[in-house]
Structures are given as C-alpha cells and as structure tokens.
C-alpha cells in the first residue's frame, strides 16, 4: 500500500523567512511520481511540480525548490523569502504506475501561513 | 487556470436527494478523475475514467456513480445523500493514462442539510 506523510500540520512564518514542507512517502514500487501541490483559501488545487522514482535532480523553480532523497523516501519542498500569497495549504502526493488506472495518494497537507 | 471546468460551483442540498456534478476536461485530456476531499477523510480518489472507460476504482460509495461521454466530459452521481457526503468535490484531468500530471479544477462544495 501507498502512504505519504506530511507530519507538519500548521507552519508559521514571517514574511522573507525560508520555509522548508516535509513529505516522506511509502511504496513497494520502483517507479513512481511525486507530486506538490498548492491549494489557496480560494479551494482551488494547483500543480507545482511532478518528479519520478527515477530523477534524484532538485529542482528551482523562483523561489521554490525540492529536494527528492529516495535514500530517505522524502519529498521535501521549500519556499525561499516566503510572501503572503504563499500562504495556503500544501499537499503532497504519490502516483504508481502499476495497475490499469492512475491514482494519487495525497498527504494530510501542511497549512502555510506567512505573515507580515 | 489549469483548464478543466467543474459545474456548479456550489450546490446545497438535503439529505435523501440526488445530485450530478459535471467536470469538462482540457482541450486534449483523455483522463479525467474523481476526488473527494473532507476534513475528515483528507483528500481520496474517487474513480478514474480514460477515453470513456473506467480503469480504477478508489473510495467510491456505492450510492456513488461516474461516467465519461463521447465527448470527454465526465458526470458524478451522487444519491440518497447524507450529511456526512458534504465535501469538496474535484474533477482532475490528464493527457494519457498514467504517465502525465494531473491538473484539478476548482471543485464543485456540496452542502448536505
């Protein structure tokens, strides 16, 4: 079975602090993705970014960055001089790619708040 | 905007009743997938649908129902409603079957009185 733990359940920051979100995920599988997303007060869920099992590349993308250490089975996503519209809840997901259909597991979320 | 249109936006409605929650996917998405998310449960897949065919099944009640069209869009059914169904629900598409990014739309919030 698929897990992924967000064990941060309510992070506050003050505005320009760097920010680090935990993920750490379980599977069985050799090949997966791993996925952030963002979901503001608005309620919409928006995509951050995708990663597979098979590229241990961080990746920048502005002031966002992630650090996937398969050796640990974490995810970790942090925001650099956070801002206010950064707060929302972020949630981290994992895809198998076995099996006939396609699925995420979702984490519990990590709720943001950056303040002035 | 990722794209993918949920309708409505909102619906109140009482416990015993139906409803449908309809989800129009990217131009190009042949996947479009089911999502419930509630405080309680978090976030869980509901069902998935490639090219009009069901290929997986998650949490899905059995007083729930989905299917795709000819035309891509996707239909949720959800009867004999109760308090406990009130949630967020989310349509999400992709391009292929398994190895593209899921993209959401805005949610349909179901209220059960």
């Known amino acids: 079975a698929q897990k992924v733990t967000q064990a941060q359940t309510e992070i506050s920051v003050v505005e320009k602090e760097d920010v680090t979100l935990d993920c750490v995920y379980e599977?069985?599988?050799?090949?997966?993705?791993l996925f952030w997303y963002k979901q503001p007060p608005s309620g919409e869920l928006v995509f951050l970014i995708r990663?597979?099992?098979?590229?241990?590349q961080n990746e920048i993308s502005g002031r966002y960055s992630w650090n996937f250490q398969k050796s640990t089975s974490s995810f970790n996503f942090t925001i650099t001089a956070s801002q206010v519209v950064d707060s929302a809840v972020y949630f981290c997901?994992?895809?198998?790619?076995?099996?006939?259909?396609?699925?995420?597991?979702f984490g519990t979320g990590t709720q943001l708040k950056v303040e002035l | 905007d990722s794209g993918v249109t949920q309708t409505p936006k909102h619906l109140i409605t009482a416990t015993g009743q139906r409803v449908t929650l309809r989800c129009s996917p990217r131009?190009?998405?042949?996947?479009v997938y089911w999502y419930q998310q509630s405080l309680d449960q978090g976030l869980q897949f509901l069902i998935h649908?490639?090219?009009?065919?069901?290929?997986a099944k998650g949490n899905i009640l059995e007083r729930f129902s989905a299917q795709q069209f000819p035309d891509l869009h996707s239909e949720l059914n959800l009867s004999s409603l109760e308090l406990g169904d009130s949630a967020l629900y989310f349509c999400?598409?992709?391009?292929?079957?398994?190895?593209?990014?899921?993209?959401f739309g805005n949610g349909t919030r179901l209220t059960v009185t």
């Open positions: 131009s190009g998405d042949l996947s």
């Open positions: 997901a994992l895809q198998i790619l076995t099996g006939g259909g396609n699925k995420l597991t």
């Open positions: 599977t069985r599988d050799t090949t997966y993705y």
């Open positions: 990663r597979n099992s098979f590229d241990e």
């Open positions: 649908y490639y090219n009009g065919e069901e290929r």
């Open positions: 999400a598409s992709s391009v292929g079957l398994r190895e593209s990014p899921l993209h």
